[in-house]
């Protein structure tokens, strides 16, 4: 029999490593005021040490597969993250009239918006994994609006994230201790230049730390998710380059507020 050399017995080291590491990810359910809900959390079992934790919020679909691949590439990045259920029992559609009822139901409730958000944060700090004084939130299209109630409401985490959200103002008055990064696409039809203007002035008058990113162009509403085309609405579409600068730019500031 030969003899394996060291450069090949370094190779099955390091594949047999890469074999056992990977990203886990698992159902966890929980209650809030009488309705269940399911989210999936994920991350790497090659991690040893706890890390700072993510909650992702979805698209007014509910939580589909879009939230859940956003949730694993952050738990490929190091992250426990925890993709949140906010219509209970994990539910999601492809029809827009079932999506705008569902989110309707929800938001027309800033309290209960807010509380459902803070229940999935809660799973989130639960984990063993998870560094419960390192936490941040990211959002998509209606999570993008759940993420500016969670920092008006005074959640006690150090950044949110918006990708092409509704932006939702602050009322006045409102004290912000998070961190916030909003991304946004400049020919996005459902979130108006009128309602940009108002998000921005009164972000300014809260003193927070903030951020606001447009992208030119043709770039639009649910410019993240690649199935974005799919749904038959006009105003929906994906865009590679905002996609991937926008993620970048979210890498950089998780880099910021957990160095």
């Known amino acids: 029999m030969k003899k394996l050399s060291l450069l090949a017995i ?3 080291s390091l594949l047999a490593s890469n074999v056992m590491a990977a990203v886990k990810s698992g159902a ?3 209650e809030l005021d009488g309705t269940k809900f399911v989210g999936q959390m994920y991350y790497d079992d090659a991690v040893t040490e706890k890390r700072p934790g993510v909650l992702v919020v979805h698209e007014w679909w509910g939580l589909n597969d879009h939230a859940k691949t956003q949730a694993q590439k952050l738990a490929e990045l190091g992250y ?9 029992e994990g539910k999601s559609t492809d029809k827009p009239e079932q999506a705008k009822e569902w989110m309707t139901e929800i938001t027309s409730d800033v309290e209960a918006w807010r509380a459902t958000a803070n229940a999935g944060l809660e799973q989130l700090k639960k984990s063993d ?3 419960a004084e390192k936490l941040a939130a990211i959002g998509y299209c209606f999570g993008g609006g759940t993420m500016m109630q969670m920092a008006y409401g005074g959640t006690d985490i150090d950044g949110v994230v918006s990708f092409h959200g509704s932006l939702p103002s ?3 008055g409102t004290e912000i201790k998070t961190k916030i990064l909003a991304f946004h696409g400049n020919a996005d039809g459902m979130v108006p230049p009128a309602t940009v203007n108002k998000f921005t002035e009164q972000m300014e008058k809260t003193g927070a730390d903030w951020q606001f990113v447009a992208y030119g ?17 006009e105003n929906l579409k994906y865009d590679e380059k905002a996609d991937q ?3 970048a730019g979210m890498k950089a500031f998780f880099d910021e507020i957990f160095k």
């Open 80 to 88: 426990v993250a925890f993709a949140a259920d906010m219509y209970g």
């Open 245 to 247: 600068r926008s993620w």
């Open 28 to 30: 966890v359910e929980y």
């Open 170 to 172: 602050a009322p006045d």
């Open 129 to 131: 994994k998870v560094d």
């Open 10 to 12: 370094a190779g099955l």
């Open 217 to 233: 162009g043709d770039v639009r509403h649910g410019f993240t998710n690649p199935n974005a085309g799919k749904y038959g609405i």
